[in-house]
Protein backbone atom coordinates (compact mmCIF):
# COMPACT_ATOMS: atom_id res chain seq x y z
CA UNK A 1 0.00 0.00 0.00
CA UNK A 2 0.97 3.86 -0.50
CA UNK A 3 1.12 6.73 1.78
CA UNK A 4 2.01 10.17 2.03
CA UNK A 5 3.42 11.87 5.12
CA UNK A 6 3.50 15.60 5.11
CA UNK A 7 5.09 17.08 7.84
CA UNK A 8 3.60 20.28 8.73
CA UNK A 9 0.03 21.33 8.13
CA UNK A 10 1.19 25.04 8.57
CA UNK A 11 3.76 26.55 7.15
CA UNK A 12 4.83 30.12 7.51
CA UNK A 13 7.46 32.24 5.61
CA UNK A 14 8.55 35.86 4.89
CA UNK A 15 8.29 37.33 1.74
CA UNK A 16 11.34 36.39 -0.19
CA UNK A 17 12.59 33.82 2.29
CA UNK A 18 12.85 30.00 1.04
CA UNK A 19 10.38 27.68 1.21
CA UNK A 20 10.29 24.29 2.06
CA UNK A 21 7.61 21.78 2.55
CA UNK A 22 8.44 18.34 3.53
CA UNK A 23 6.77 15.08 1.83
CA UNK A 24 7.70 11.55 2.98
CA UNK A 25 6.31 8.93 1.32
CA UNK A 26 5.64 4.63 0.99
CA UNK A 27 5.35 2.63 -1.82
CA UNK A 28 5.87 -0.96 -2.80
CA UNK A 29 6.71 0.04 -6.11
CA UNK A 30 9.22 2.98 -7.62
CA UNK A 31 6.55 5.95 -6.74
CA UNK A 32 5.35 8.34 -9.42
CA UNK A 33 5.06 11.57 -7.34
CA UNK A 34 3.88 14.70 -7.92
CA UNK A 35 2.59 17.73 -6.39
CA UNK A 36 -0.34 19.67 -6.46
CA UNK A 37 -1.35 23.29 -5.11
CA UNK A 38 -4.94 24.84 -4.37
CA UNK A 39 -5.70 27.84 -3.96
CA UNK A 40 -9.12 29.02 -2.04
CA UNK A 41 -12.01 28.11 -3.71
CA UNK A 42 -10.60 26.61 -6.71
CA UNK A 43 -9.57 22.83 -7.69
CA UNK A 44 -5.95 21.68 -7.28
CA UNK A 45 -3.39 22.61 -10.24
CA UNK A 46 -0.25 20.58 -10.80
CA UNK A 47 2.95 21.88 -9.62
CA UNK A 48 5.40 19.45 -10.59
CA UNK A 49 5.49 15.27 -11.20
CA UNK A 50 8.63 13.05 -10.42
CA UNK A 51 8.18 9.48 -12.75
CA UNK A 52 11.74 8.20 -12.72
CA UNK A 53 13.55 10.48 -14.73
CA UNK A 54 16.29 12.99 -13.45
CA UNK A 55 15.91 13.20 -9.43
CA UNK A 56 15.46 16.78 -9.69
CA UNK A 57 12.26 18.07 -10.82
CA UNK A 58 11.45 21.65 -12.07
CA UNK A 59 7.59 22.61 -12.19
CA UNK A 60 5.80 26.17 -12.64
CA UNK A 61 6.28 29.02 -10.48
CA UNK A 62 9.77 28.50 -10.08
CA UNK A 63 9.06 25.77 -7.69
CA UNK A 64 11.27 22.20 -7.58
CA UNK A 65 11.55 19.24 -6.24
CA UNK A 66 13.92 16.53 -5.46
CA UNK A 67 13.15 12.82 -5.10
CA UNK A 68 15.16 11.01 -2.86
CA UNK A 69 14.91 7.68 -2.38
CA UNK A 70 17.62 6.25 0.26
CA UNK A 71 15.42 8.74 2.74
CA UNK A 72 11.81 8.06 0.83
CA UNK A 73 11.34 11.95 0.62
CA UNK A 74 9.96 14.30 -2.25
CA UNK A 75 10.16 17.98 -0.77
CA UNK A 76 9.31 21.29 -2.60
CA UNK A 77 11.38 23.87 -2.57
CA UNK A 78 11.15 27.56 -3.77
CA UNK A 79 14.29 30.03 -3.16
CA UNK A 80 12.19 33.15 -3.09
CA UNK A 81 8.21 32.89 -1.45
CA UNK A 82 5.92 35.34 -3.24
CA UNK A 83 2.71 36.75 -1.28
CA UNK A 84 1.17 35.00 -4.65
CA UNK A 85 2.44 31.38 -3.14
CA UNK A 86 -0.08 31.87 -0.02
CA UNK A 87 -2.02 28.41 -0.69
CA UNK A 88 -2.23 24.63 0.51
CA UNK A 89 0.26 21.92 -1.09
CA UNK A 90 -0.39 18.61 -1.64
CA UNK A 91 1.53 16.01 -2.55
CA UNK A 92 0.76 12.72 -4.16
CA UNK A 93 2.05 8.79 -4.84
CA UNK A 94 0.69 7.04 -7.65
CA UNK A 95 -0.81 3.69 -6.66
CA UNK A 96 0.98 0.67 -7.64
CA UNK A 97 -1.89 -1.63 -8.84
CA UNK A 98 -2.69 -0.84 -12.54
CA UNK A 99 -4.17 2.20 -12.61
CA UNK A 100 -4.06 5.78 -11.91
CA UNK A 101 -5.09 6.08 -8.34
CA UNK A 102 -3.53 9.20 -6.44
CA UNK A 103 -2.53 8.75 -2.17
CA UNK A 104 -2.49 12.32 -0.97
CA UNK A 105 -0.77 13.72 1.74
CA UNK A 106 -3.05 15.54 4.42
CA UNK A 107 -1.39 18.69 2.92
CA UNK A 108 0.22 22.15 4.03
CA UNK A 109 -0.87 25.47 3.69
CA UNK A 110 1.58 27.93 3.22
CA UNK A 111 1.45 31.48 4.55
CA UNK A 112 3.71 34.34 3.49
CA UNK A 113 4.10 37.31 5.68
CA UNK A 114 5.12 40.30 4.00
CA UNK B 1 -14.70 26.06 -22.07
CA UNK B 2 -11.72 24.54 -21.27
CA UNK B 3 -9.67 22.41 -19.24
CA UNK B 4 -12.15 21.02 -16.33
CA UNK B 5 -15.86 22.42 -15.22
CA UNK B 6 -17.71 21.22 -12.48
CA UNK B 7 -21.66 22.58 -11.90
CA UNK B 8 -23.32 23.57 -9.79
CA UNK B 9 -20.16 25.50 -7.86
CA UNK B 10 -22.37 25.46 -4.37
CA UNK B 11 -25.43 23.14 -3.35
CA UNK B 12 -27.32 23.08 -0.57
CA UNK B 13 -29.61 19.96 0.09
CA UNK B 14 -31.68 18.50 2.28
CA UNK B 15 -31.18 14.92 3.70
CA UNK B 16 -34.36 13.96 1.44
CA UNK B 17 -33.37 15.29 -1.81
CA UNK B 18 -31.79 14.60 -4.91
CA UNK B 19 -29.39 16.05 -6.33
CA UNK B 20 -27.02 15.88 -9.02
CA UNK B 21 -23.44 17.01 -9.34
CA UNK B 22 -22.17 17.11 -13.11
CA UNK B 23 -18.30 17.66 -14.16
CA UNK B 24 -17.11 18.24 -18.16
CA UNK B 25 -13.66 17.35 -19.04
CA UNK B 26 -12.79 20.00 -22.41
CA UNK B 27 -8.96 18.13 -22.64
CA UNK B 28 -9.86 14.86 -24.67
CA UNK B 29 -8.48 12.63 -21.79
CA UNK B 30 -10.00 9.30 -21.28
CA UNK B 31 -9.95 8.50 -17.64
CA UNK B 32 -12.18 10.47 -15.02
CA UNK B 33 -12.47 10.57 -10.83
CA UNK B 34 -14.49 11.83 -7.98
CA UNK B 35 -12.82 12.65 -4.94
CA UNK B 36 -14.02 13.81 -1.84
CA UNK B 37 -12.25 16.56 0.36
CA UNK B 38 -13.67 17.50 3.75
CA UNK B 39 -12.06 19.33 6.53
CA UNK B 40 -8.86 17.96 8.07
CA UNK B 41 -9.02 14.34 6.33
CA UNK B 42 -7.02 13.90 2.97
CA UNK B 43 -8.14 13.92 -0.40
CA UNK B 44 -10.76 10.49 -0.77
CA UNK B 45 -10.95 8.64 -3.74
CA UNK B 46 -14.80 7.55 -4.48
CA UNK B 47 -14.41 6.78 -8.54
CA UNK B 48 -12.80 6.28 -11.48
CA UNK B 49 -13.82 5.60 -14.75
CA UNK B 50 -11.98 4.55 -18.15
CA UNK B 51 -13.36 5.16 -21.06
CA UNK B 52 -16.86 4.99 -19.48
CA UNK B 53 -16.34 1.67 -17.39
CA UNK B 54 -16.16 2.19 -13.59
CA UNK B 55 -12.68 0.50 -12.64
CA UNK B 56 -12.46 1.68 -9.09
CA UNK B 57 -15.71 2.15 -6.45
CA UNK B 58 -13.70 2.68 -3.02
CA UNK B 59 -16.48 1.34 -0.76
CA UNK B 60 -18.44 4.79 -0.94
CA UNK B 61 -21.85 4.45 0.29
CA UNK B 62 -24.30 3.85 -2.08
CA UNK B 63 -26.23 7.09 -1.44
CA UNK B 64 -23.77 8.08 -4.01
CA UNK B 65 -24.27 6.98 -7.45
CA UNK B 66 -21.93 7.70 -10.36
CA UNK B 67 -22.63 8.21 -14.08
CA UNK B 68 -20.21 8.49 -17.19
CA UNK B 69 -21.88 8.55 -20.10
CA UNK B 70 -18.91 9.38 -22.17
CA UNK B 71 -15.33 10.05 -21.74
CA UNK B 72 -16.12 13.53 -21.27
CA UNK B 73 -19.00 13.64 -18.71
CA UNK B 74 -19.49 12.87 -15.61
CA UNK B 75 -22.17 12.36 -12.57
CA UNK B 76 -22.98 12.04 -9.34
CA UNK B 77 -26.33 11.27 -8.59
CA UNK B 78 -27.13 12.04 -4.66
CA UNK B 79 -29.89 11.20 -3.00
CA UNK B 80 -30.27 10.44 1.17
CA UNK B 81 -27.07 12.31 2.09
CA UNK B 82 -25.83 12.39 5.63
CA UNK B 83 -24.73 15.62 6.94
CA UNK B 84 -21.14 14.33 7.38
CA UNK B 85 -21.49 14.12 3.34
CA UNK B 86 -20.98 18.13 3.67
CA UNK B 87 -18.00 18.26 1.57
CA UNK B 88 -15.99 19.93 -1.41
CA UNK B 89 -16.36 17.01 -4.03
CA UNK B 90 -13.53 17.27 -6.95
CA UNK B 91 -13.88 16.00 -10.42
CA UNK B 92 -10.45 15.10 -12.34
CA UNK B 93 -9.20 13.62 -15.78
CA UNK B 94 -6.78 12.11 -16.90
CA UNK B 95 -5.14 11.00 -20.26
CA UNK B 96 -5.42 7.07 -19.58
CA UNK B 97 -5.02 4.79 -16.48
CA UNK B 98 -1.35 5.14 -16.68
CA UNK B 99 0.57 5.65 -12.98
CA UNK B 100 2.83 8.51 -14.51
CA UNK B 101 -0.50 10.47 -15.99
CA UNK B 102 -1.32 13.31 -14.34
CA UNK B 103 -4.34 14.15 -13.42
CA UNK B 104 -6.33 17.57 -13.68
CA UNK B 105 -9.04 19.10 -11.57
CA UNK B 106 -12.01 21.02 -11.57
CA UNK B 107 -12.93 23.97 -9.17
CA UNK B 108 -15.43 21.57 -7.34
CA UNK B 109 -18.61 21.63 -5.95
CA UNK B 110 -19.20 22.39 -2.27
CA UNK B 111 -21.81 20.49 -1.13
CA UNK B 112 -23.65 21.39 2.41
CA UNK B 113 -26.33 18.78 3.42
CA UNK B 114 -28.54 20.18 5.81
Known amino acids: AQSVTQLGSHVSVSEGALVLLRCNYS??????LFWYVQYPNQGLQLLLKYTSAATLVKGINGFEAEFKKSETSFHLTKPSAHMSDAAEYFC????????????FGGGTRLMVKP | ETGVTQTPRHLVMGMTNKKSLKCEQHLGHNAMYWYKQSAKKPLELMFVYNFKEQTENNSVPSRFSPECPNSSHLFLHLHTLQPEDSALYLC?????????????FGPGTRLTVT
Open chain 2, 92 to 104: ASSQRLRRSDEQY
Open chain 1, 27 to 32: SSVPPY
Open chain 1, 92 to 103: AVSGASAGNMLT
